[in-house]
């Protein structure tokens, strides 16, 4: 079994900033592309940033330059670094990962957290 568990998220005014933490735990052989999405009230989930194993980032063009994505694998986590914050950032934040395990079985799918809340408001 595997689970993704996220955190950082709470209330920031606009200009502040956040780093959101999602730990991956489990039978984990390997954990390919790792990423982040959000989901705003009456709009559709959304990529923000995502991260492969090779360290090859992608961003969303509302958050490049004031997002940052990474990881570490000895601890089989992903961070999100958000900067410069706008009230328009304000979503729940989900993590994402593209994990491999051997136990019981080959397997090899897409996880999602239970995602955290960001709000940002003056």
């Known amino acids: 079994q595997v689970q993704l568990v996220e955190s950082g998220g709470g209330l920031v005014q606009p200009g502040g900033s956040l780093r959101l933490s999602c730990a991956a735990s489990?039978?984990?052989?390997?954990?390919?592309?790792m990423g982040w999405y959000r989901q705003a009230p009456g709009k559709e989930r959304e990529l923000v940033a995502s991260i492969t194993s090779g360290g090859t980032t992608t961003y969303a063009d509302s958050v490049k330059g004031r997002f940052t994505v990474s990881r570490d694998n000895a601890k089989n986590t992903v961070y999100l670094q958000m900067n410069s914050l706008k009230p328009e950032d304000t979503a729940v934040y989900y993590c994402?990962?593209?994990?491999?395990?051997?136990?019981?079985?080959?397997?090899?799918?897409?996880?999602w957290g239970q995602g955290t809340q960001v709000t940002v408001s003056s």
């Open positions: 994402n990962a593209n994990i491999l395990t051997l136990v019981p079985h080959y397997y090899e799918r897409t996880y």
């Open positions: 489990g039978s984990i052989f390997r954990i390919n592309a």
